[in-house]
DNA sequence: GACTCTTGGAGAAACGTATCTTCAGACCGG
DNA sequence: CCGGTCTGAAGATACGTTTCTCCAAGAGTC
C-alpha cells in the first residue's frame, strides 16, 4: 500500500460528508496532485486529453479548490481594502453621501473586472479585524495626516491607493481632482452670470477637500478684493448644514449667489431662500457640489458639479490592481532567477526611485442649471480638464 | 544543532526582509511556537509572565499573524458575503436605491461589531471570484426563485441568510417585512383621508417585494370593490418611472391617491401633478415607500413608508453570524470529540428538523406627512408590528 | 518514598494547495 | 547501439498557523 493509498483512505474513512479536495479528485481521476493542479489552472504540460477529463472529474465531484488554502501557498487573496472614513458616532458614512455611493460602486465593478473583490472596513474599525484579513492591497478614501493605518499598512508591504491627496502618510499612488481649478471654475462662473458677492457653505473637518476648496475660495477672494462671507459647519451632521445655509442668508452682509461644497447644501439653500423670499437664480444665484440627480428636479434646477466618483473609483482601483500585480512580479523575477548574488542589493519593494507617490487628477463636470444663470437655462459641460501625473 | 535552529537559521538567511513569522517571534522569545501561539490567542494554560513577554516580543517584532494560514486552519475566515441584485445593463444596484444603500451600511457595522466584515459580491460576477474567496456565510439580497448561487452556496456548507423571502430556493433564515400588511395600511390610511380611487405605481420585475406588494393591493382592490388603477415600469430605469408616474395621472380614470412603491416614485409624481394642475393634498393624496429624507422637505412634504432597512440589515447579519457559529461548534464537538463511533450518524448540516426555514418578519414605518392628509399636517408612527417568527 | 495532580511547555500533525525537482520512457540522429 | 532531447507525470516540500498529544518537574498526599 502505497502512501498515498494510505492517506487518501484515511480520509476517506474518517471523514464522509466534507467537500470533496484536489486528492479526491486526483484518486477519481487516476493521477497524481500536480496533475490536477496543473489541469485545472492550465499549467504544466499536459496533453488535452488529460486536462479535460481531469476537468471532468472535477466537475463531477463539485470540487472547488481551497481559497485559504491558495491564498497561503500564492500569497495572493484577490481581495482589496475599501476604507471609509469615520465621522462622529456614526459608524462610518459609507454612502452617507451619493459621492461615496458612487464612487465605492465603481471601485468594486471594476475590481470584480479584474477577478478582484471589495472589503469595506471603517478606518475606525477594530484592529483585529483588520489584520485578520488578507489584503492584497488597499484603497483608502481621504486619509487624514498621519494616519496610523495606512502608514503600518504601506509599511508591512501592502499596496495602499488613496482617493484624495494624501496628506503625510505615503501610499503608492492617489487620486484626486482639481479641486482649487474647480472652485475657481465655479467662482468665475457665477461672477460671469452677474454674481457682486460670492458666499461659500463649508465644512469645519480638515480633510482634503474641505481644505483645498476652502483656500481656493479665500484665495480668490483675496485676489478679486471680495471679503469672504462663508459660514462652516460640521459637514456630517445634516440639521446644522440647514442651520449653517440659514445662517448664511440671514447675514447683514447677504452674498447674492452661494456654493455648497456639500451635498444636501442644494436644498438647505433652496429652503432657506424660499424663507427669506430670495428668488432663485433672480436674487441668489446657487451651485453646490453633488452627485444626485435630485437637483434637476427641485424648483428651479439647481447647477452642481460632479467630482466624477465613478471615474475615481475606477481609477484607483486599476492603479491599485497594477500596483498588486506589479509588485509581486517584479520581485518574482528578481529574487528567483538570480540566486545568491541578488542578496547584495535586497530587492526593495515600491521603494525604487524615492519621491512623491505618482498622483493622478481627474477632471470634474459643471452642470449648469437654471439656478446659476440669470438668462435662459441652457446645459453645458466644462472642457474636461486634462488629466496628468504630478 | 537542533532542527528548529536549522529551520530559522535557514529562514534568516534565505530570506531578509520577509515579515516576521510566529517562528521568529518563538525564537526571540526564546519559547517553542506552541508557546506564543497560546499566549497570544489566550489559550493553554501559561503563567501570566511568559504571556505577557511573549506579547511583548511580538509586538516588536511587528508580528502579524497571517489571515491565510489561519483561515486554512480553522476553516474561518472571518469574511461575510454580500449579495447584491443586478438590473439590466448596469453592474449591480447596490446604492441605486437608498434602502440597499441603508441596509449595507449597517449590515457591515454589525458584522464587523461582531468580528466580521462583509465582501461586496454582485450576484451576476463571474463564478471564479465566488469560488476564490473564503466565505463563512452570505447574506444575499432579494434572492429570485431558483437562484442557482444560492442553492450551490447553501448545499456546499455556506450558511445564507437573505433579505426577502425566498422563492424557492433553500436558506439558512430569512429576514423581510410584512409587505401585505404595509401595503393594507397605506391603503387605509388613505381611505380615511378621504380617496375615493387609489392608483399604485408599481414595477415589472418579479422579486417579492413588487410581488406581494402588488398582489396586496389588488387584493384590496377586489375586496372593497374598487377597479384597480396602476401602471408599472421596470424599477431599475429611473427615466421609465416618470414616464409611468404621468402616465398614471394621465388616465381617464385617475386616481385621487397614490402609492408609488419605489424610491424617486414621490418626486416623479410631485412633478407629474404639477403638470397637470393637480394640487397636492387637496386633489391628490400621495405617497411612497423611501427612505429618503428629501421627502421631508419637497413642497408639500410627502408622506413615505420605510421599510427600516437598518434594522433588516443588522438581524440578517446577526442571524448569519448565530449560524455561523453555532454550526461550527456543532459539528466540531461532535466530530472531533467522537471518533469512529459517531460515524453511524454522519452530522448533517443545518438540516436538522427538515421544514421551511426559519424567516421574521420586521415591522415597517408609515411617516405621514401633509402629502397624505387633507387635515393640518401632523406626524405620526404606526404602531410597531408584532414581529414574528412564521 | 511511591503515588497522583497540576503546571508549564515542547513536538508534530494537520489544513489544502502550488510548484520545484525528479524521473521514466519515447523518440531521434548519428 | 548510445547519448541527448522532449513529453507526461509523480514526489516532496513549503506556505504559517492551530491544536492535539505528550512529557518533565514540582507539589501535595497517604
Not at 252 to 258: E, G
Not at 328 to 355: C, M, N
Amino acid at each position: 500500500m502505497t502512501a498515498a493509498a494510505n492517506q487518501s483512505g484515511r480520509r476517506s474513512t474518517s471523514r464522509r460528508l466534507e467537500r470533496a479536495g484536489i486528492r479526491d479528485v486526483a484518486a477519481a481521476a487516476g493521477v497524481s496532485i500536480t496533475t490536477v493542479s496543473d489541469a485545472l489552472n492550465g499549467k504544466g504540460r499536459l496533453p488535452d486529453e488529460t486536462r479535460s477529463r481531469v476537468r471532468e472529474v472535477a466537475e463531477r465531484l463539485g470540487y472547488r479548490p481551497s481559497a485559504a488554502a491558495r491564498t497561503l501557498r500564492t500569497g495572493r487573496s484577490g481581495l482589496i481594502g475599501l476604507t471609509v472614513t469615520t465621522y462622529g458616532e456614526e459608524p462610518f458614512t459609507f454612502t452617507e453621501f451619493a459621492y461615496f455611493a458612487e464612487m465605492a460602486r465603481a471601485a468594486t465593478s471594476a475590481a470584480l473586472g479584474r477577478g478582484f473583490a471589495l472589503v469595506v472596513l471603517p478606518a475606525s474599525s477594530r484592529h483585529d479585524v483588520w489584520s485578520n484579513i488578507a489584503l492584497d492591497g488597499t484603497v483608502v478614501i481621504d486619509p487624514p495626516d498621519q494616519d496610523p493605518l495606512v502608514t503600518e499598512l504601506y509599511r508591512s508591504g501592502v499596496p495602499v491607493v488613496s482617493d484624495g491627496k494624501p496628506g503625510n502618510c505615503p501610499v503608492t499612488a492617489w487620486v484626486d481632482n482639481d479641486h482649487e481649478a474647480a472652485v475657481l471654475d465655479i467662482l468665475e462662473h457665477l461672477s460671469e452670470a452677474g454674481a457682486r458677492r460670492i458666499g461659500l457653505l463649508t465644512g469645519t473637518s480638515t480633510d482634503t477637500y474641505t481644505r483645498l476648496s476652502t483656500e481656493a475660495y479665500l484665495g480668490w477672494c483675496h485676489r478679486v478684493g471680495q471679503e469672504p462671507v462663508y459660514e462652516a459647519y460640521p459637514a456630517h451632521d445634516p440639521a446644522a448644514g440647514a442651520v449653517a445655509a440659514d445662517r448664511l442668508l440671514a447675514r447683514p452682509d447677504r452674498p447674492d449667489a452661494v456654493y455648497g461644497l456639500f451635498d444636501p447644501n442644494g436644498t438647505d439653500l433652496l429652503a432657506a431662500a424660499r424663507r427669506y423670499g430670495l428668488r432663485v437664480p433672480d436674487d441668489l444665484l446657487l451651485v453646490c457640489c453633488s452627485e444626485s440627480d435630485v437637483y434637476a428636479g427641485t424648483e428651479p434646477p439647481i447647477t452642481t458639479l460632479s467630482l466624477k466618483p465613478r471615474k475615481i473609483g475606477t481609477t484607483v482601483v486599476n492603479l491599485l490592481i497594477d500596483a498588486i500585480e506589479g509588485v509581486d512580479s517584479g520581485t518574482g523575477a528578481a529574487a528567483g532567477g538570480r540566486g545568491e548574488g541578488a542578496r547584495l542589493f535586497p530587492p526593495r519593494f515600491r521603494t525604487a526611485g524615492t519621491g512623491p507617490p505618482p498622483g493622478t487628477l481627474m477632471p470634474t463636470e459643471l452642470i449648469v442649471r437654471a439656478s446659476s444663470q440669470r438668462r435662459s437655462p441652457r446645459r453645458t459641460v466644462s472642457p474636461p480638464r486634462t488629466p496628468g501625473k504630478v
